[in-house]
Structures are given as C-alpha cells and as structure tokens.
C-alpha cells in the first residue's frame, strides 16, 4: 500500500481548464513537497508546505496543506501546455531521520 | 551552481549482467539519495546517505544491488545481477541536510534489460 495515495491517475484538459490534483494520507506529515518531473529529466521541487491549513501560491498555482497535516492539493488555472508533466508529492513524517517518501504521482496533459 | 550529474544516461544489459550507475551531487550537500523509478510510478527510495554513512537502505534489495559513497562524495550503485524487473530510470539527489531541506534531482539513469 501506498502511504502517499495521489488521485486521479491520469488527467487530459485542454488549454484554459481548471484543474485540482489530490495527495492524501492516514499518516500525519511534517511537511510536504510537491515536484513536477516532464520526460526524460529529474522531478523539480515546486513547493514545500509545513504548517496545517497553509496556502502558497505559485503563479497559477495554488497549494494546500489540509489542517492535520494528512493531505495535501494541487490547484491549477487556466491551464496551458506547458503544464504538462507527472506531479509528485512526497512527505516527510514527524520524527527521526528524514526518510522520503513519493506518492505515485498524476500524470497531467494539457491539449492546445 | 552546477546540478546533480548522473552517468550514463542510457544503459541496455541483459539479464544475469553487471551495471553500475554514478552520481555526483551538488557541492556541498551532506545528503545523497538513489531511487528507482518504474514506468508510471512515483520514485522508490533505495538508499539514502548521510556524508558517508548510510540512514536508511531498508528498499535495497541487498542480494544484487549495492551502494557506496566513500568519501561523502560520489556515489555508485551497482547491480549484480540484473533481473528483467530491474528495468527502470534510477535517479540521483542530493540535499543540504537530513530534514524539511528540497531535494535536487538529477536527469536519471534509463536503464532496460533484455
């Protein structure tokens, strides 16, 4: 079982849409981390949220950590093309050494 | 600065053969991470150092892969020997420290066995 369970699977939008990707667990996290990984390269670190209810906004970006730290989401606006590729979250629990941990990830294409 | 490099980009092997992979993290970055990443999945923790030292290789399958990082450095991962189900990119990244700190990726290594 997958600690870090990220819904939908798969998402296909065109150009302009709205869109909200989901990572939730029944584990509390320290913090969460939210990449972005495109084809052939490495994930990038888009975000790291660490206090319960926290919002950060990255251009059209918006994140949120859920209240008891459980979950986390991904909203994205007037989608664009360029927004394509594979979101990752991935958290860190409470204690100890930091031992990394991936949700399997929703792959995002946006259509022209 | 320079990014985390990894070497080589592309690997083909057959099964029961040897391979190894090389990392080299940003300068400066006490921590070192590999992963596996199957097709479709999200990243797989295999090993993860501190300078030298190992915190947690709990995902390492230990009869065939093995790590080493001996100067707190570079880092190889080997495998030894490869199964069909190995086939996937194995990713490098390196951060600052042990916690809350981002983690840098490197661009992987694609490997496929025949």
């Known amino acids: 079982t997958q600690l870090l369970e990220q819904s939908p699977q798969f998402l296909s939008i065109q150009e302009g849409e709205n869109l909200t990707v989901y990572c939730n667990s029944s584990?509390?996290?320290?913090?969460l981390q939210w990449y972005r990984q495109e084809p052939g390269e490495g994930p990038v670190l888009l975000v790291t949220v660490v206090t319960g209810g926290e919002v950060k906004k990255l251009k059209r970006l918006t994140f949120q950590f859920g209240d008891a730290r459980k979950d986390s989401s991904l909203h994205i606006t007037a989608a664009q093309p360029g927004d394509t590729g594979l979101y990752l979250c991935a958290g860190e629990t409470p204690g100890g050494s930091y031992i990394p941990t991936f949700g399997r990830g929703t792959s995002l294409i946006v259509h022209p | 600065e320079a990014g985390v490099a990894q070497s080589p980009r592309y690997k083909i092997i057959e099964k029961r053969q040897s391979v190894a992979f090389w990392c080299n993290p940003i300068?400066?970055?006490?921590?070192l991470y590999w992963y596996q990443q199957i097709l479709g999945q999200g990243p797989k923790l295999l090993i993860q150092f501190q300078n030298n030292g190992v915190v947690d290789d709990s995902q390492l399958p230990k009869d065939r892969f093995s790590a080493e990082r001996l100067k707190g450095v570079d880092s190889t991962l080997k495998i030894q020997p490869a199964k069909l189900e190995d086939s996937a990119v194995y990713l490098c990244?390196?951060?600052?420290?042990?916690?809350?700190?981002?983690?840098?990726f490197g661009d992987g290594t694609r490997l496929s066995i025949l």
């Open positions: 990244a390196s951060s600052p420290g042990d916690s809350n700190q981002p983690q840098h």
């Open positions: 300068s400066g970055h006490a921590t």
């Open positions: 584990s509390v996290f320290s913090s």
